[in-house]
């Protein structure tokens, strides 16, 4: 399993868009940031992705491959070996999410 992603995560669509999560559990964090999970809603913004000059950005992150071995708040964890795709408001994939720096610290538990 690859370094956990936080909320500290730099996570981005393959047109240089960024993704920013909501966690969906705020009880494991690794360092002082939340531990994200497959439940989490990730938005993505600045995406400049067009099709034949029609605007058609990423927006969400859809997670099609997530940790096996662990889980926070029941739901399984992200990390840097999980698979995402980008997905516009059409529901269109757009190419798999980047993980430019997972923001993984020291895990702990409340």
Known sequence: MGALLTTAASISCPHGGSASAVPAQQKVTAGSETVLTAADTFVIGGCPFNVAGVASPCMTVQWVVTDTASTAGSNPTLSSDSVGLCV???????????????????VTSL
């Open 88 to 106: 516009a408001a059409t529901g269109a994939v757009q190419g798999p999410v980047i993980v430019d720096d997972p923001g993984q610290g020291q």
